[in-house]
């Protein structure tokens, strides 16, 4: 019995002809929270793709295994259903499809049956609550017109009603004010308290992490990891910044 | 508040319109019968394919029905159309010394010699049905390349590879002015480019027709091989007459593999010109073909460049710009056919019209259900000067698969009178201002020219453009 | 006035219809035509907006299966001044289904002021469909403003990848999209009661494939 929930090992992958990450080695258990920080064009971003699947990005080599089954021979769809989760940088605007009604299909989708109207809405009631967002939200268009504030939260409201394993939440923070972040980071803190969702935070910045337990912190520069640690990793960096790890890139 | 309108008349195209006496010049008995191209195909000492050839693409010219769609072409009675005038040279001439004065003096008004001293590769000048100067650069020559006047190179060592493309892209059965231009064409280029050559500077090729009632028939044929690139220009220019004069040459592209080929055009044939152009490219695998169109002459015009992307990630942009004025016909546009996977075309057009001139975009996209994962854009813009003039826009889109992606958008409208304003108000005439923004809607075109061609493009719009205010 | 016109989903009829119209001054004329089956449907729509100021909206949906044909052809035709018209097409073909649609705005000479737009959107959800769009502008007057755009083709790739990481297999994506474009043109209908009942002859549609495809 696999004590992971997710074994990266040397995992290399590039984007049109770019290699992009270059050994990437990472394990997360059930009930875990971990961080990777790293300089801009790290590969970050990339390794939350090629982790979900995007058809941009090409493995090149290494594995990644799922509770001991292989993750990359999965399509997208699922990945997800298995219990992965992505919060985007930037996501898509899909018009025509309230919010609610798109959580509602993907529980759906992920469960085989239909959802209970009722408890449901009561749910998402709640999260958005949590969020601080107005109730209005739920019947609105999927993120058109959105702020990217309101469009990040959304993300981690999805993330509180689809209940996903592991969730890898791509640069959650970038483009927030103080607020927002201070309201994401409640979001996440919900999430965490399921005591067996297990975590991937990319961030270059730490502000996030404030209020969070965290479990293990990765530093990744120039496609590979270059440093491992504990939570006190987090600090060193918010002085230090990367400096002593871009060299080894 | 109704602004003030600007009185326009006809430009001074007198630039334009000089012509020589006629002398000397062989002429074939107007109207056509079997013993004419017999006697076409004599004095060209064609082999004897293209002499049937030719008489079976008679035969369907005189079955086949004049186009019931389009402007109207009333006004060509084929009867008087001499088909082919010969000019008073005997042979092709390499040296442009050489060349009898008077022809030379032509080009030479027109710039033509200068653009020669300056990086062009190769002058093939057209004068009156025959190819009277050539002159392919040693450079070019020893890239491999080919370019001579096809009539020549019907007897030459490309033979075969003439006679298995010559009107396979656009065979006589395709149209009436197909089959006419099959019967009696005459003249034109044949260029060979060779695998990996890379041709830096451009070819071209000027026509000119000068004698009354003759029609134009040249026809170009161009195979750039596997990996090879080419860009070719296409200018031309003709004369004021009273009778019709009418230009159905053709224009066939065969693009390999991985190559790219650019054909540059600047139509200014003069206003009473019937101008039934074909041309068409055939593109290879993940071939290219880049068309760029200005179209400013003719009386009425039928001209829709057709590009066939037949090879996996084949493409084709086509940048065009069409100016009708008064007693202005000019219908044009651009085909294109995705036949194979990953291909992808581009149109951008813009059109203006003026002192009752008519402009019309007629364009048609078709994508196969080969076509998976295709991309088509087309955009057109028409400009309208006045509510005389016509303006309309045409476009077809029959899609057979659902993997490809397919957009179009068509906008229309007229100067706006902010735009006038201002730039008077910063010290240019009204007139000027016009000038200047029917200029910069014309820029798609005159960016992809060379500087020569966007040079007298402009000098084009401005004299159409130029009016006194009144 | 406002005319709605659905055409359900029901078998083998061939459908003809012909709306004429020709406004007055300042007079509106807005056409919702819901077209959710049927074999073949034929439709044309002209109105002339005669009367100054008049202004014409046509918004069309449309979800052909099977071997369904949808024919269609709306013309705005511009007399009168400073008249405005606004033609909307958004379906979804599946299947074999095949369509034409022909739109036209047509500007005569004396409708200064005038505005036409015509957008057209198609969802192609199968490889054997057919489409053909002709949106053609016509104009012989200067002070106006036409515009049309047309966007034709699959789902967006990012739209699916991003539905994808929530777990919504392809298939599902497609047909959520689908709906939603059709419900994207009901929602613009005026009379809420209307929309219900359209929805509701929708939700019919859907149970009788599943039935049928059991």
Redesign the interface.
């Known amino acids: 019995m696999a004590q992971d929930l997710l074994k990266v090992e040397h995992l290399a992958a590039s984007v049109e002809d770019a290699e992009i990450l270059k050994d990437v080695s990472l394990h997360i258990g059930r009930g875990e929270t971990h961080v990777i920080m790293g300089p801009n064009g790290a590969g970050k971003s990339t390794l939350a793709g090629v982790l979900m699947g995007n058809p941009a990005y090409t493995v090149t080599g290494g594995s990644a295994l799922w509770e001991g089954e292989d993750l990359l021979e999965l399509s997208v769809s699922e990945r997800a259903k298995k219990g992965l989760f992505l919060s985007f940088q930037n996501p898509v605007e899909v018009p025509g499809i309230s919010l609610e009604n798109f959580v509602r299909s993907a529980l759906s989708q992920k469960t085989g049956k239909p959802v209970r109207v009722w408890s449901f809405r009561k749910e998402v009631k709640a999260a958005l609550e949590t969020l601080d967002m107005d109730p209005s939200y739920a019947e609105r268009d999927l993120n058109v017109g959105f702020s990217g504030g309101e469009k990040k939260k959304a993300e981690i409201l999805q993330l509180l009603l689809l209940k996903p394993s592991l969730a890898i939440l791509d640069e959650t923070d970038s483009g927030l004010d103080v607020d927002a972040v201070r309201t994401v980071s409640k979001g996440i803190e919900a999430f965490q308290a399921d005591k067996s969702a297990s975590l991937l935070i990319i961030t270059h910045n730490a502000a996030i992490l404030s209020a969070l337990k965290v479990d293990a912190v990765h530093i990744l520069a120039g496609g590979k990891i270059v440093a491992e640690g504990g939570p006190e990793l987090v600090d060193k960096i918010t002085k230090e910044g990367f400096a002593a790890y871009e060299g080894e890139a | 508040m109704k602004e003030n309108k600007t009185y326009v008349e006809e430009g001074d195209r007198s630039f334009y319109d000089f012509r020589y006496e006629d002398k000397d010049s062989y002429k074939v008995a107007s109207g056509l019968t079997p013993d004419i191209i017999r006697q076409i195909s004599r004095e060209k000492k064609d082999p004897d394919w293209m002499l049937e050839f030719r008489l079976r693409s008679l035969d369907i010219f005189a079955k086949t029905e004049m186009p019931n769609w389009g402007p109207s072409i009333e006004g060509l009675n084929m009867d008087n159309i001499v088909t082919y005038v010969r000019p008073n040279t005997e042979r092709m001439h390499t040296d442009w010394n050489d060349v009898p004065e008077d022809i030379k003096n032509t080009f030479e008004r027109l710039g033509i010699p200068q653009s020669e001293r300056e990086s062009l590769a190769g002058v093939g000048a057209q004068y009156d049905s025959e190819l009277v100067y050539h002159n392919v650069r040693k450079e070019v020559a020893e890239q491999g390349v080919i370019y001579t006047d096809l009539e020549s190179a019907l007897r030459g060592e490309y033979a075969d590879m003439i006679r298995s493309h010559f009107m396979k892209l656009v065979p006589p059965e395709d149209h009436k002015f197909a089959a006419l231009h099959g019967a009696v064409w005459s003249g034109g280029s044949f260029v060979y480019v060779p695998p990996g050559a890379d041709v830096e500077i451009p070819l071209q090729s000027y026509f000119r027709l000068n004698a009354p009632g003759a029609g134009q028939f040249e026809h170009t044929l161009i195979i750039v091989d596997k990996g090879a690139r080419l860009h070719f220009i296409e200018g031309c220019s003709a004369p004021k007459y009273n009778v019709a004069n009418l230009h159905a040459g053709c224009v066939e592209l065969f693009v390999g593999e991985d190559a790219t080929l650019r054909y540059s055009t600047i139509e200014n044939w003069s206003k009473n010109m019937y101008n039934l152009n074909t041309k068409r490219a055939k593109v290879e695998k993940g071939g290219k073909i880049e068309w760029v169109s200005g179209s400013f002459g003719s009386h009425v015009s039928y001209l829709y460049p057709m590009s066939v992307l037949a090879g996996k990630g084949a493409r084709c942009e086509f940048t065009g710009v069409t100016f009708a004025g008064a007693g202005q016909n000019l219908d044009t546009g651009c085909k294109v056919v995705h036949n194979a996977p990953d291909t992808s075309s581009y149109v951008n057009t813009r059109s203006i019209s003026k002192s009752g001139g008519i402009s019309t975009f007629r364009s048609a996209v078709v994508v196969s259900?080969k076509a998976?994962g295709s991309k088509s854009s087309v955009s057109c813009e028409?400009l309208?000067?006045?509510?005389?003039?016509?303006?309309?826009?045409?476009?077809?889109?029959?899609?057979?698969?659902?993997?490809?992606?397919?957009?179009?958008?068509?906008?229309?409208?007229?100067i706006s009178d902010e735009a006038v304003f201002y730039l008077m108000s910063r010290g240019l005439s009204e007139e000027e201002a016009k000038a200047l923004i029917v200029s910069g809607f014309a820029e798609n075109v005159s960016k992809e020219l060379p500087l020569e061609y966007a040079v007298e493009m402009n000098n084009l719009i401005r004299i159409e453009m130029k009016g006194a205010i009144g | 006035m406002d005319l709605v016109q659905l055409r359900e989903a029901s078998g083998k009829g061939l459908s003809y219809n012909n709306v004429r119209v020709k406004c007055g001054d300042k007079a509106y004329f807005g056409w919702y035509r819901v077209v959710l089956g049927g074999s073949e449907s034929y439709d044309n729509c002209s109105v002339t907006l005669a009367g100054k100021e008049s202004s014409f909206s046509a918004n069309v949906c449309y979800r052909l299966d099977g071997t369904e044909k949808y024919d269609l052809n709306c013309e705005a035709v511009h007399t009168g001044k400073r008249t405005q018209s606004a033609i909307s097409a958004s379906g979804v073909l599946a299947d074999k289904a095949s369509k034409l649609m022909r739109g036209t705005i047509d500007f005569r000479t004396g409708c200064s002021g005038s505005v036409g737009n015509e957008t057209e959107d198609v969802l192609l959800l199968s490889e054997e469909v057919r489409n053909q769009s002709v949106p053609v502008i016509l104009c012989s007057e200067e002070d106006v403003v036409g515009n049309h755009g047309a966007s034709i083709g699959r789902p967006d790739e990012d739209m699916l990848f991003y539905m994808e990481t929530r777990g919504i297999d392809e298939a599902t994506a497609c047909e959520m999209l689908a709906r939603a474009k059709i419900d994207s043109v009901i929602r613009k209908i005026p009379d809420e009661l209307v929309q219900e009942k359209i929805r509701d002859k929708i939700h019919g549609k859907t149970r009788q494939k599943k039935l049928e495809g059991e």
Do not use: Q, Y
Not at chain 2, 384 to 408: C, F, Q, W, Y
């Open positions: 259900s998976h028409s309208m000067l006045d509510s005389e003039s016509r303006s309309d826009t045409i476009p077809a889109m029959d899609i057979r698969t659902n993997k490809a992606d397919v957009g179009h958008e068509a906008k229309i409208g007229r």
